[in-house]
């Protein structure tokens, strides 16, 4: 195995790094809670690029979409019933909430909000592609500076790290699965698919699982 497909090796679980809190999932040192923030509004600004690419939403936002045809909500208020939904499907895996958790759920939007109009919408599907990809690889940075800190993941993550937990599932296969069943129930539902969406929903979780390989394998725990 060459050095590069070494380094580049997905991880199968979540790792625990140099800035993983350990006990209360409400406390946090400084470390931990930097790279708690650091990691939500990368998310969100991962987000925010797909967003403006605009060829397709991620799975979550199609999903929102198809939920609005229903109930005349705005987007905002459909991604907050989701995430209570999911929510409930953590009773089962015995998940915990922590203060990542509560967070995850205001600085995502935040970020996304926020970092929208630091870019561009290009003018060439080539170009929307390409924004596409570099979104999904923030997104998944994202993921593994804040999941890794042990103080509640967001609710899609969390479905996704509860599921891995109970069974044994590499955490990348999970989250595809989760994405395409969103997708698909949105895309039923009447909300809008593109190529931007497809590539999320294939991309996403091999991105996650790599960056948690690459920074289990950089910041290893304090002894």
């Given at each position: 195995?060459?050095?590069?497909?070494q380094?580049?090796?997905?991880?199968?679980?979540?790792?625990?790094?140099?800035?993983?809190?350990?006990g209360?999932?409400?406390?946090?040192?400084?470390?931990t809670?930097?790279?708690?923030?650091?990691?939500?509004?990368?998310?969100?600004?991962?987000?925010?690029?797909l967003?403006?690419?605009?060829?397709?939403?991620?799975?979550?936002?199609?999903?929102?979409?198809g939920?609005?045809?229903l109930t005349?909500?705005t987007?905002?208020?459909?991604?907050?019933y989701?995430s209570?939904?999911?929510?409930?499907?953590?009773?089962?895996?015995?998940?915990?909430?922590?203060?990542?958790?509560?967070?995850?759920?205001i600085?995502?939007?935040?970020?996304?909000?926020?970092?929208?109009p630091?870019?561009?919408?290009?003018?060439?599907?080539?170009?929307?592609?390409?924004?596409?990809?570099?979104?999904?690889l923030?997104?998944?940075?994202g993921s593994?500076?804040y999941?890794?800190?042990?103080?509640?993941?967001?609710?899609?993550?969390?479905?996704?790290?509860?599921?891995?937990?109970?069974?044994?599932?590499?955490?990348?296969?999970v989250?595809?699965v989760?994405?395409?069943?969103?997708l698909?129930?949105?895309?039923?539902l009447?909300g809008s698919?593109?190529?931007?969406?497809?590539?999320?929903?294939?991309?996403v979780g091999?991105?996650?699982?790599?960056f948690?390989?690459?920074?289990?394998r950089?910041?290893?725990?304090v002894?």
């Amino acid at each position: 195995m060459s050095a590069l497909s070494q380094w580049l090796k997905p991880s199968r679980t979540v790792p625990t790094t140099s800035w993983s809190a350990a006990g209360s999932m409400w406390k946090a040192s400084p470390k931990t809670f930097f790279y708690l923030m650091l990691g939500n509004w990368l998310y969100g600004t991962g987000e925010a690029i797909l967003i403006k690419a605009d060829i397709g939403q991620s799975a979550g936002t199609v999903l929102a979409q198809g939920i609005q045809n229903l109930t005349g909500d705005t987007i905002g208020w459909t991604s907050f019933y989701i995430s209570i939904g999911v929510m409930f499907l953590w009773i089962p895996l015995k998940n915990k909430v922590g203060i990542g958790t509560v967070l995850n759920i205001i600085f995502v939007s935040v970020a996304i909000d926020v970092m929208m109009p630091f870019f561009p919408s290009p003018d060439s599907y080539a170009l929307s592609v390409v924004q596409v990809l570099i979104g999904i690889l923030v997104i998944g940075l994202g993921s593994a500076f804040y999941i890794p800190s042990n103080l509640g993941p967001g609710p899609r993550d969390g479905l996704m790290t509860g599921l891995h937990y109970r069974t044994g599932i590499p955490i990348g296969r999970v989250r595809f699965v989760i994405e395409a069943v969103f997708l698909l129930a949105g895309w039923l539902l009447g909300g809008s698919v593109g190529l931007g969406t497809v590539l999320v929903t294939l991309l996403v979780g091999e991105v996650v699982a790599i960056f948690f390989g690459i920074v289990g394998r950089v910041s290893k725990p304090v002894a």
